[in-house]
């Protein structure tokens, strides 16, 4: 679905980038909440499994919160992979999209994405 007056100013496709969606949580909350936060992962996990395991609810779901119709959802949910991973592919993708911004003059700085990426909420 195209919005009117919008165009693409650059893609990083087919240099390996997966265009992760990445899911934030502040650091006051990581650390004097962490229930609060372990929750809002499985939620999002929980989410993730019912649009793999049930892609044709999840996607009436979504269209009843976008407004777009379950038929253009579950085409956009099946073009694209869903899990809750932090693994080489994502961190490799965070960085290459770092560096294009930087590149571009977007952002003024290359910040160091390690001292950002936790995975200790994605662990049993």
């Known amino acids: 679905m195209k919005v009117t007056g919008s165009y693409e100013v650059a893609t990083l496709s087919g240099l390996g980038n997966n265009y992760p969606l990445v899911l934030l949580i502040s650091e006051t909350l990581a650390t004097k909440n962490q229930k609060a936060a372990a929750a809002l992962v499985r939620g999002h996990a929980t989410a993730v499994d019912l649009m793999n395991q049930d892609p044709e609810r999840a996607a009436g779901i979504i269209a009843g919160v976008t407004g777009a119709s379950p038929q253009f959802e579950l085409k956009v949910m099946q073009s694209l992979e869903w899990r809750v991973y932090l693994g ?5 993708s965070l960085s290459q999209t770092r560096d294009f ?6 952002i003024s700085f290359r910040p160091d994405l390690s001292k950002f990426m936790d995975d200790r909420f994605l662990k049993p």
């Open 88 to 92: 080489y592919e994502v961190r490799e």
């Open 101 to 106: 911004l930087y590149e571009m003059k977007k």
